[in-house]
């Protein structure tokens, strides 16, 4: 699913441009277009004649994203890199190696800095940049505006889409009518991968956000999006007012270079009582924004909202393309 | 919806027989049969020839279920208790009334001692006996059973079940492959609500308990089934062994009088990671118990788990015909 | 539901700009941001501002869309004829009247020729012009491109998606994991009205097309799409490439003309053994083709195929729009 | 799913007792409770400590129930056979061999007489029976019950359930609000094997039924229930009544020998307008009837109508158990 939507993703982008497609064995040397189409949107002409090659450095160009399974990510990619590309990666592998950004582009641009010490590090001529599982990224980006009100103790419960889980992915048995309390290695990434990516660069390194944080992670019967119902406490307790701020000045380089798939806002604040829903919101900016609402007192932790986001794009696809846009715009493929 | 539920609990009960319905204008006057039956099983004979007559005291017996709209509930329930009838009633209009017990027969049973006051302060012949809305009933279950380690904070997120929203309800096209992050009055009631449950008798009204509880409600598209995800801070922390013990040796009056609809265990814990599921596990135990899973230490309030029952079932009429079953078997009913 | 359709459809339109809004009592005086808004798009900035008037004519401009009720249509868009507007409509109420085309653009323009004997035998200055009932507009189009084949008799059975219901439409206790049998009146409009459609203009009245259709119709859990199973009996039987090349290279008016809206074919024939389906269909084409897949051979009829076609687009708002575009561009609207 | 569903059905049963498991390498040597339970009633405790053998005989008993896939299935079948085995097999791999009964007790048992046949001439001491594919199992029904009204003619459109697929089965990203409308290899056998069940014996072999069949097969999403649109051209017309006796008064010998597993009447008509419906209807009378509905004329083929049946019950497991019932009774097993 993810390898698909960023064809899509990329289809007519205007900087990037596909030349060449790798996989796994099964897919080597077939035509695209002879593969099976997931998408709603057709398959985009620009990559229908390309045949799939083995993925394996040589014939690629030096930008190549990556949507491998994490079972076969780690060693590809790290060919790629050492090879001296630039693999922008969607898959876990090295989302938690010190040496690598774990980016997301409003967020933490400065953690690309890492880079470097990550050549030096690794004797990579190349690099890997990653962006953050699906469901962290609209935690991490929800939190990123909070950050300057200092934010001490985060509870999440997350209602994920089933195209999280890939293709096939989730039985339509287990699915249907249903809800599955339990993601496996879900609530882990949550927990940590946000905390690195609110963290901040310290002599070469990045060091976690001291922040809490509980996830609880479901399944629902959902096609694309995720909901997450947050908690947090924060350090002083704030105005609601200064929440509501925090959310809708919220913006960064990607709003600054006015790169090509960044929403105008990252983050929309949704007044009505029932919103956001993934059926309506969803696909809004381009599933590039990030949707929050009913922002109200928590007599727990301080303060509670709903957040959204399009978790095979913004929570995959489109993060890592939007990573590999501010590194074109900051020279770094050059 | 929850009308029928209770005509599919009391039929072929061994202690209450259906004699007499009441209901709306308009269905005043027809057979039952000739009313539209929702429920997957057959309606039963016994109800099929009854008229349905005007909900007024009169010709009803003592014993009368109420599943009324809260529009309605609150005054044709009084007039019920003013002529002497024994209300047992799912509907939300009393719940929080001083004088009336908002029961669950494992938890504060001792709180139908609240009845002679009723009668006294209200002037009543007859009585009130409530049951809690449906989401709070599994909550309040769990935290009963953990009652002695001192639950001091409670958060809460609810996947709710369409059923829960009576007929026709939530819009299918509201619901299908949606999440609805927002359910009118249900938050506050499951804060209130579980605190009411949980306190203490004293001087002759109850005493909240002191635990600060924060819900967030969804809805999701599930047929029958609350899922509820739930974290907890105690006191002093106690063992994850404590914990299981707490909720594995749960029980209560319904138990030990053995009483007719009452589930042998009223919690069942369940091991697999992935449990429990609405559509694998609502329906055992006839719906009358609440199954929990994974729990495990959550980094911000101690401890955290899951919790699932049935909504129309031990959430609504089951829970009523319980607290009737509690009210015979004690002599109320005599 | 379709009402909003039509505002989506008509936002930016090329040639027709919203000017007016008029509705039922309940929405009178109210502007129109403030109603609510339920398609996945947002609601175009051009509506927002305009005050909800009363469904009458006077303030009005020529021409007018109608997504009324049939419990109401009949008498306002009556009034609206009299009073020198081209109606546009999408309800069912004049769809067999004899002098009212019920128009397809592509398949039977020459229909909008009974428009000038409608309003002398009506005595209106302006006319009613109407589309289709939603799960009959696909088959016809089907059947029309197949027309010169001389189909006999067709036997359809449709799945229809709950938006085809309306708003709230079908309670999702109906519909989760369910499918209902039946659609009341859905079968008699499909083998009403594709007759009349297919019919042929004789002496100034419409004469059905003597086929003889037999329909079957229920509701899945869909949000958009119907799919239509249909089997084909030809007066002489045609080989499968006959039916091919009839599906692919059918085209009319529309596309003559290059209307706004109008697919570039109307029939997209696709290959693929499991296609189409509403999910990864219905929304191409911006909703406007029709999408047929496995044709065969029939052993009872002689031959069979599925078609899918997007309801509330092509089967409602988007036909419509399409036929006040025909009508412009035949200078009906000067 | 079919296997479980095996268990769930001869859990308790009067006759037999499951002594004995067989399956795969995977599952070999394990605990039966140590396996996945995907049903929502409990494991039955009287298999959980079963050890799980490889699928061969030797220690298995005499009268052995096969769930195994296709392809599998042909090779160990055989052996069991051979080996002296009744084998009550679910699977297709015999079920169109001209030895081998396709037998539905209320329909065909007049084919049981195969078996000395089979025995003679493939050399087995034991034997194979087998029944229809979950589809075709609710059309021969409904069918069978018209048989003395001569139908010359059928079509039938299925709307399945997702648990037809097995487990996994078809994906959820497949199935979430969506429609598949093809199902391979499901039409064939439908049209094949539904005229061999309404087959006459004659010289020993079954000589299929002059019927035509068309069908057309679509996977929906529902858990169970395969609902069919089914319309059907008579020799000679008959009236409605005609239909509806034949369907109310259809029976055969496992009503006449009470089997244990038999429903009190394998056809219940229901007279509301909108059922059968899986969600309300497809449980009733333990999954063992089919129900039928909607009957009225079909201006194609003469009359059409709708049925209903539970596709792992009676059109899978509980079909077998009946079908070993009815050869107990009739002395074939001892």
């Known amino acids: 699913m993810v390898g698909q939507q960023f064809i899509a993703q990329l289809a007519g982008h205007p900087w990037f441009r596909i030349t060449w497609l790798g996989a796994s064995q099964r897919s080597e040397g077939h035509k695209y277009r002879d593969l099976t189409w997931r998408l709603p949107t ?19 160009p030096r930008l190549v994203f990556s949507a491998l399974d994490a079972n076969v990510a780690g060693e590809i990619e790290q060919a790629f890199a050492e090879a001296g590309h630039i693999v ?34 690794k004797g990579w001529s190349g690099a890997i940049v990653t962006n953050p599982n699906c469901s962290t990224v609209f935690l991490a980006m929800a939190l990123a505006a909070l950050r300057q009100l200092n934010p001490t103790a985060v509870s999440v ?10 293709y096939p992915g989730v039985a339509s048995l287990d699915l249907l009518g249903n809800v599955i309390p339990y993601i496996s290695g879900e609530e882990e990434k949550i927990e ?25 992670t479901t399944r629902v019967a959902v096609v694309n999006g995720h909901t997450e ?18 959310f809708t000045s919220f ?13 105008a806002k990252p983050i929309i604040y949704m007044d009505e009582a029932n919103r956001p829903q993934p059926r309506l919101d969803v696909e809004r900016e381009r599933g590039m924004a990030v949707f929050v609402g009913r922002l109200r007192p928590c007599p727990v932790l301080g303060y509670k909202f ?25 020279g770094m493929l050059d």
């Open 251 to 263: 913006w960064g380089r990607p709003q600054q270079h006015h790169l090509p798939t960044a929403p």
């Open 192 to 216: 940590s991968e946000t905390k690195k990516i609110l963290g901040s660069l310290q002599n070469g390194h990045v060091e976690p956000h001291p922040v809490i944080i509980s996830a609880h």
């Open 157 to 166: 419960t997350t209602l994920q889409a089933a195209s999280g889980a890939g």
């Open 88 to 121: 922008v990666s969607n898959a876990r592998n090295f989302r938690m190696d010190p040496f690598v950004p774990l980016l997301i582009p409003e967020v933490n641009p400065d953690h690309l800095s890492l880079v470097p010490a990550q050549q030096q590090a």
């Open 42 to 60: 057709p398959m985009p002409e620009e990559v229908a004649d390309l045949t799939v090659e083995q993925a394996a450095p040589g014939r690629a």
């Open 306 to 330: 709903v957040a959204l986001g399009h978790n095979t794009i913004r929570g995959a696809a489109g993060a890592a393309v939007l990573n590999a846009e501010l590194m074109s715009a900051e």
């Open 229 to 246: 119902m947050i908690g947090v406490r924060f350090e002083n307790m704030p105005s609601r007012e200064d929440l509501l701020n925090a």
